[in-house]
C-alpha cells in the first residue's frame, strides 16, 4: 500500500524556521516526483513546490520562492520541505503528495496525498 | 499567470439527482485538467486527470468533460458520500505551476 506520512509541523513564531518531512513507502521513491501543497485554515489548495524524481528539477509557487527548500533522500524514501522567514500567512496543513504517475521530469496531477500536518505561525 | 475560477461556489442537490460543476481557466490548458474531492478533515483524493480520465477506483458516476479553458465535472448520480469539496488544478503552464481552482462545494 501506497503510504505518505508527513510530519514536522507546529508553532513557530513570525520569522521563525520550520522543517517538514514526509515518509514514504509502498512504491519506489526515486521512480516518481514529490509535490507540498498547502491549504489555510477554511480555504483552497495551494500548490507549494514540486521536485522531480532525481531531484534535478524543482520549482516553487511565487508565494515561497526564496523562503522555502524542497529536497529529496533517495536512500531514506523522504521529502523534505525546509521553511524560512515564516509569515502569518504561511499558516495552513502541509500535504505530501506523489505526482500520479512516474516519470523523469514533473508530472502535475497527484496521487496520492498524506493527510498533512499542520503548521502555525503565530507570536 | 493561469487563474483557475469554479462554479458554482456551493452546489445544493439531493442525493440521486445530477450534479454538473464548472471550471474555467484564464488560458489555454488543452487537457491538462484534473479534479480532486476533499472532505471534511481529509487529504485530497484524486477523481480525473486529462480532463476525461477516471483515476484508479473512481466509480463510474464521475465523468469529466471539456478542453482548453472550460471543463466540467459531472455526478450521474449523487451519493451521500460525494457530499464534499471539489477543487479543478490546472497543470498545463510551461515552467510548470500547478493551479488550483477555489473549489465547489456540494451538499444538500
Known amino acids: 500500500e501506497v503510504q505518505l506520512v508527513e510530519s514536522g509541523g507546529g508553532l513557530v513564531k513570525p520569522g521563525g524556521s520550520l522543517r517538514l518531512s514526509c515518509s514514504a513507502s509502498?512504491?519506489?521513491?526515486?521512480?516518481?516526483?514529490m509535490n507540498w501543497v498547502r491549504q489555510a485554515p477554511g480555504k483552497g489548495l495551494e500548490w507549494v513546490s514540486s521536485?522531480?524524481?532525481?531531484?534535478?528539477?524543482?520549482r516553487y509557487a511565487d508565494s515561497v520562492k526564496g523562503r522555502f527548500t524542497i529536497s529529496r533522500d533517495l536512500a531514506n524514501n523522504s521529502l523534505s520541505l525546509q521553511m524560512k522567514s515564516l509569515r502569518a500567512e504561511d499558516t495552513g496543513v502541509y500535504y505530501c503528495?506523489?505526482?500520479?504517475?512516474?516519470?523523469?521530469?514533473?508530472?502535475?496531477?497527484?496521487?496520492?496525498w498524506g493527510q498533512g500536518t499542520l503548521v502555525t505561525v503565530s507570536s | 499567470e493561469i487563474v483557475m475560477t469554479q462554479s458554482p461556489a456551493t452546489l445544493s442537490v439531493s442525493p440521486g439527482e445530477r450534479a454538473t460543476l464548472s471550471c474555467r481557466a484564464s488560458?489555454?490548458?488543452?487537457?491538462?485538467l484534473a479534479w480532486y474531492q476533499q472532505k471534511p478533515g481529509q487529504a485530497p483524493r484524486l477523481l480525473i486527470y486529462?480532463?476525461?480520465t477516471r483515476a484508479t477506483g473512481i466509480p463510474a458516476r464521475f465523468s469529466g468533460s471539456g478542453s482548453g479553458t472550460e471543463f466540467t465535472l459531472t455526478i450521474s448520480s449523487l451519493q451521500s458520500e460525494d457530499f464534499a469539496l471539489y477543487y479543478c488544478?490546472?497543470?498545463?503552464?510551461?515552467?510548470?505551476?500547478?493551479?488550483f481552482g477555489p473549489g465547489t462545494k456540494v451538499d444538500f
Open positions: 503528495a506523489r505526482a500520479a504517475v512516474a516519470a523523469a521530469g514533473l508530472v502535475g496531477w497527484f496521487d496520492p
Open positions: 509502498g512504491f519506489t521513491f526515486s521512480y516518481f516526483g
Open positions: 521536485i522531480s524524481s532525481s531531484g534535478s528539477y524543482i
Open positions: 488560458q489555454d490548458v488543452d487537457s491538462n
Open positions: 486529462g480532463a476525461s
Open positions: 488544478q490546472q497543470y498545463n503552464h510551461w515552467p510548470p505551476v500547478f493551479t
